[in-house]
């Protein structure tokens, strides 16, 4: 991990325009990919997510912010958010009903 890496609690991942996925799961790699791949170099959400995500990587921004301001730009770009399907409970897990033992 690099030195300056900041951490978001939820990673998230996004569909390119070239239909596959990536996932960001910090500041550092959303900020790489906004100055080195990103596929639109304009945009008002873009510049802010540049931005955003200079000022979080010298701790003048909470990490938060930088991660929404980074999804307002991929939005503008027409790159969606791909949600995740929600966990499931591994079988057998579930409570037992004491009337049902």
Do not use: H
Request: with cysteine; charged share 25%.
């Amino acid at each position: 991990m690099l030195l300056n890496e900041i951490p978001w609690t939820i990673p998230l991942t996004v569909r390119l325009s070239n239909g596959l996925t990536r996932t960001f799961g910090s500041v550092y790699e959303a900020l790489d990919f906004l100055e080195n791949e990103w596929p639109l170099r304009k945009g008002e959400r873009y510049e802010r997510a540049v931005r955003t995500c200079r000022r979080a990587l010298n701790r003048m921004t909470p990490a938060a912010v930088a991660r929404e301001a980074f999804i307002a730009a991929c939005l503008e770009a027409g790159m969606p958010l791909v949600m995740a399907a929600p966990a499931r409970k591994p079988q057998g897990t579930e409570p037992k009903s004491i009337l049902s033992a």
